[in-house]
């Protein structure tokens, strides 16, 4: 659990900066006043956690110092984190353990824009299900973005993955297929699809999506059986609309947040969890494989805080 924490609090570190600059150091020890309050407010706003989840934090640690005028601000931040929690109790969510009676290969359909980082957390999802024991595929169906093929084979080859793969261009669908029939003949335990990266304003493009997933189910009727959208957690509050888009399209069934570690919006899952109630099951904290880190809103909540 230490090892999960540090790894959280690293990978925030820009948004725990950002309010610790905003609140001058508010949850190093000093007390809370009037001033503090707004000062925290500017920064949970800046930090793009939201009216409604900031106006929550507020309202407690202000009914708080309301009860207790030497209200230290440690004990503020324990506030703040216990609402966080709350705010995002449900969220979590995990990989359902295979069974004998598990259908294989179980197919991963990895969903999200250009830039997201969705084939760095694909090769990086293939890394950590293969370590912890699972038989993992790799499918480059990006075929659409040049070199992103090449992009997802160097990963593979770096990691030690089975890829199947075609070239740019090539029938995306086409290539789903035969990694499927590859990953079934040989007893593959995953299936993890790279899809192209799209917006969601592209009908082509999403359409190309529901042509795999039609290709993959006339073989295996729950195939995919997990769409994750892959979000840019530095977009913030804007990924929610496309995050909305995909979900009316593709039903998905999880969300990884990537590229944290390297912006001062840390908040942005809390409203876009909020919003659509999609679990999220993976953090990208780095840019190491083992920076992809289940989430865990505890751990997520002290982290954003401060706490130990």
């Known amino acids: 659990m230490f090892g999960l924490f540090r790894k959280f609090k690293e990978g925030l570190a820009k948004t725990v900066a950002a309010i610790t600059e ?5 949850f190093g020890g000093r007390a809370i006043d009037a001033a503090s309050l707004d000062q925290l407010e500017e920064a949970l706003y800046t930090a793009d956690f939201g009216v409604e989840t900031t106006n929550e934090i507020l309202a ?5 110092y309301a009860r207790d005028k030497s209200l230290q601000g440690r004990q503020a931040a324990e506030i703040g984190a216990a609402v966080l929690k709350r705010v995002l109790a449900g969220a979590e969510a995990a990989l359902p353990p295979l069974t004998a009676a598990s259908g294989r290969p179980v197919v991963i359909a990895m969903i999200g ?13 293939a890394w950590r299900l293969q370590r912890d024991g699972a038989k993992v595929m790799l499918a480059a169906c990006d075929t659409f973005r040049a070199a992103a093929v090449e992009q997802l084979k160097a990963w593979a080859s770096r990691l030690e993955v089975e890829i199947v793969a075609s070239h740019t261009g090539a029938d995306s669908a086409a290539v789903a297929y035969d990694a499927w ?4 003949a040989r007893g593959y335990d995953y299936l993890i699809l790279d899809t192209a990266g799209r917006l969601h304003t592209k009908d082509n493009l999403m359409e190309e999506l529901a042509k795999i997933r039609r290709v993959l189910q006339k073989h ?3 195939a995919p059986q997990h769409r994750w959208l892959v979000v840019d957690g ?3 509050s804007n990924s929610i609309e496309q ?3 995909f979900h009316r399209s593709f039903g998905l069934t999880g969300l990884i947040v990537t590229k944290l570690d390297g912006t001062s919006r840390g ?5 876009i969890y909020r919003q659509l109630r999609i679990p999220i099951l993976f953090l990208g904290l780095g840019e190491q494989p083992e920076d992809l880190q289940p989430f865990s809103a505890e751990t997520y909540a002290k982290a954003v805080f401060g706490l130990d």
């Open 113 to 125: 824009v250009n830039g997201s980082g969705k084939t760095t957390s694909s090769a990086k999802l």
């Open 234 to 236: 530095s977009l913030g």
């Open 22 to 26: 905003r609140t001058r150091g508010l």
């Open 267 to 271: 908040g942005a899952i809390v409203g």
């Open 181 to 184: 029939q590859a990953a079934k």
């Open 60 to 64: 407690e640690i202000r009914q708080a």
């Open 220 to 222: 295996d009727p729950a």
């Open 243 to 245: 995050a909305r888009v």
